[in-house]
């Protein structure tokens, strides 16, 4: 019985790690308490485990080093920094400026407030980074406004805790730094590697709401007139025919030519070809069809929805897009050596800086150039997308580290809280007490896990799981079925950072040796364990809404009207949807890698040629290779 118990450590060590955490331990003290208790037993055990356990007392002097390359992990600096810029934006009141003008924006379309609630947490997503700091700001603000307006309580709650989720996939990603720092990788490359599919995720939200709207229309009801609450200018009023003109010459160029590039880039990522003349020609006439028909939608209705607002809304756009074209010229000119990654983000950054500062001066000095809800929209707009510019477009063109871009995201949030007129000393000490605190969080079940990982590879567990796992029937495939069948099982009791600091570690060396390219893993990784946060029962975002949304009986400030509480069992039925389309994701993820494996495309390769000429460049000249060695 010894000897079994000997030679088969590593299981039961498992085991009783999570037996710990199902009783309800903190995971940090779990991790540590299991690490040494077995270490002590291993060492007792280890005459009789056959070379199965390799622990010594000295190996415990190994401990303090381990603790000391936690605190000494500049990777993990990005943790605070991007926790305390979401918290100062978030309490700043970003949320609630981007989530009432979104939503007035979308409200005459049929589903809007659900559309508004996608777009605006795909957007704190690339700007908090925290799934509760977004789920509770939209479950205060917008959840109230849903209901009073007929939307179904499922679709609601779903579309707020779904939304809200997104800040673990969409980068600056807490959960991708700690998964980058877990694989061994760099935290750029993961954040490059999830973006296109958290954006494919959010638009994936989006189609399941248009679907609920033709399906169930009553579900998702539009604004009514009265609700929409930004009134024109007469000013404004005046240059609608001007401004209409402008619209349809801005905005319609840029657009065919988008609608062209995007119908040339989705093959190239599908890996299709597209060099082919028939090709071009057919993307040339979707491109005009679509074209027609978008103007067609926006144009050919002339009624109190659709018409000035939105028409001065397209003109800004416009001006916009072709402001960025010609200071992307104007820079390719001034430095051609700079890489177009490079000139895109500061056209851009530029560009949306000329379109804030418009909407600011019209706003002060009243020119009524622009639509009320255009100034508006880009007023509360810009900052954050100025930020988005800021920190992930500094990483991925290179030129600053993800602890660095989270600094100077940090000092942004600041900036853009004091523009605000909101930062106080009472807001910044509430960021920083939270920050500390996920930090400490962070920090204690890493050095947690440094003691468990000690123990279990002292007695070769890494060894057990790799060759369990490297053993599955099927290869690659077999590995990815089981790998994404056991997280999502564990999900339902597990939160992310328990699966990312105990489950990862394990799988990513069998990943490694199979071949699986671990940027790519880490990414399907991240979004399967999006859906811890989405489980009935225990998902977290779950329970964030649960704290937020009305338990009882309620009267509604604006109606009047008495409003029936939002109970438990419909926050979980809303989640179901939502669950399966991430499911949906990891799939696709699977099927098409390109989406993925997109991070390698900025990649410097060599060029065989080019270094064999160099080679012949600097060869010996001829008859010296027939010299004699020389002695010494």
């Known amino acids: ?30 991790l540590a308490a299991v690490g040494l208790v077995f270490f002590v037993i291993g060492v007792e055990l280890a005459p009789f485990s056959k070379g199965s356990i390799s622990l010594d007392w000295p190996l415990l002097q190994a401990m303090p080093e381990r603790v000391y390359g936690v605190m000494n992990n500049e990777t993990l600096l990005a943790i605070p920094f991007f926790t305390f810029m979401g918290l100062i934006l978030e309490r700043s009141g970003m949320a609630e400026d981007l989530l009432d003008t979104i939503g ?16 605006v947490g795909a957007l704190l997503a690339a ?48 959960v991708l730094i700690v998964m980058a720092d877990q694989l061994g990788r760099s935290v750029g490359d993961m954040y490059k590697g999830a973006f296109i599919p958290g954006i494919v995720l959010a638009a994936m939200y989006a189609g399941y709401v248009f679907l609920i709207t033709i399906l169930k229309p009553e579900a998702a009801p539009a604004l009514p007139l009265e609700a929409r609450n930004i009134p024109e200018d007469e000013r404004y009023a005046r240059r609608q025919n001007a401004t209409t003109s402008v619209a349809l010459l801005l905005f319609g160029v840029p657009l065919f030519y988008f609608l062209i590039w995007l119908g040339v880039a989705i093959p190239n990522v599908l890996g299709a070809d597209i060099t082919a003349p028939d090709q071009k020609i057919r993307l040339m006439m979707a491109g005009a069809l679509s074209l027609i028909a978008f103007g067609r939608t926006l144009f050919g209705k002339k009624n109190e929805d659709a018409g000035t607002p939105r028409v001065n809304t397209l003109a800004i756009i416009g001006f ?62 810009v900052p954050p997308l100025g930020l988005i510019f800021l920190v992930l477009g500094t990483i991925f063109v290179g030129i600053a580290t993800p602890t660095e871009g989270g600094a100077m995201g940090a000092a942004g949030a600041l900036l853009v809280a004091m ?30 896990a440094r003691v468990f990982s000690l123990t279990f590879y002292g007695v070769n567990g890494h060894t057990w799981v790799e060759h369990l796992l490297t053993s599955l029937p099927g290869g690659q495939t077999g590995f990815l079925v089981f790998v994404n069948l056991l997280v999502f099982i564990l999900a339902f009791f597990l939160d992310f950072f328990e699966l990312a600091f105990i489950i990862v570690p394990l799988l990513a060396p069998a990943a ?25 029962p225990f998902g977290f975002a779950l329970f964030y809404l649960r704290s937020v949304a009305a338990k009882e009986r309620y009267k509604d400030r604006v109606t009047g009207k008495t409003m029936e509480p939002v109970t438990t069992g419909q926050i979980y039925m809303g989640a179901i949807p939502f669950v399966c389309i991430q499911l949906i994701m990891v799939a696709l993820i699977i099927m098409i890698p390109q989406m993925v494996m997109i991070y390698k495309s900025g990649e410097k390769r060599l060029d065989q040629q080019q270094i064999d000429e160099q080679f012949k460049s600097i060869a010996p000249p001829p008859g010296l290779g027939d010299m004699p060695a020389l002695k010494f």
Not at 104 to 117: E, N
């Open 1 to 30: 019985m010894i000897e079994f118990i000997a030679q088969n450590m590593a299981p039961i060590m498992f085991v009783a790690l999570f037996a710990f955490l199902l009783l309800g331990y903190p995971v940090a003290f779990s």
């Open 104 to 119: 007035q924006l979308f409200g005459p379309v049929r589903g809007g407030l659900a559309f508004a609630v996608i777009f």
């Open 127 to 174: 700007t908090t980074g925290v799934v509760a700091a977004s789920v509770i700001s939209m479950g205060l603000i917008s959840l109230p406004i849903m209901l009073r307006y007929g939307y179904d309580r499922r679709l609601a709650s779903g579309v707020i805790a779904a939304s809200g989720t997104l800040a673990q996939i969409i980068p600056p990603s807490l």
């Open 320 to 381: 916009g897009v072709l402001l960025g074209m010609l200071i992307a010229g104007a820079i390719g000119v001034w430095r051609p050596e700079m890489p177009s990654d490079n000139v895109a983000i500061w056209a851009a950054f530029a560009a949306t800086g000329v379109l804030y500062g418009l909407a600011t001066i019209n706003r002060a000095l009243g020119l009524g150039l622009m639509a009320n809800m255009t100034q508006q929209v880009i007023i509360v707009l």
């Open 419 to 448: 523009s605000k007129g909101r930062l106080n000393l009472n807001l910044t000490k509430q960021a920083m007490d939270s920050t500390l605190k996920l930090s400490a969080f962070v920090v204690f079940i890493l050095i947690g």
């Open 512 to 536: 490694d040796k199979l071949g699986i390219d671990l940027i790519w893993f880490g990414v399907m990784l991240g979004v399967n364990m999006q859906t811890s946060f989405m489980h009935p």
